[in-house]
């Protein structure tokens, strides 16, 4: 009989993208960005951050997605991440 062990997640949002896109997607290049102080003030943004992020993401899965398609695909790797609280994503990610 298999056992799995629950591992602990990572606490800090930046940790966990990049943990689900790297499972996902198997980048060649990732940078993501906090980018939540810039957005201080605006909707969505929360005192502690954690809800603007940046991500350049370059991956052989992204071959024969359309712009659109690409979008749709880590937008939904990022759901459990949108559902409790980050708020805006600037994707910047292309094939190899």
């Given at each position: 009989?298999?056992s799995?062990v ?15 896109l ?75």
């Amino acid at each position: 009989m298999e056992s799995k062990v629950n591992m602990p997640q990572p606490s800090d949002r930046t940790s966990r993208i990049r943990d689900l896109l790297t499972e996902a997607f198997e980048p060649l290049h990732l940078k993501i960005t906090d980018d939540s102080a810039r957005h201080a003030g605006h909707a969505g943004a929360a005192p502690g951050g954690e809800t603007h992020f940046n991500v350049e993401i370059t991956s052989a899965a992204f071959e024969g997605l359309s712009r659109v398609q690409i979008q749709r695909a880590v937008m939904m790797v990022l759901q459990t991440e949108f559902d409790t609280g980050l708020h805006a994503l600037s994707l910047q990610a292309k094939m190899p």
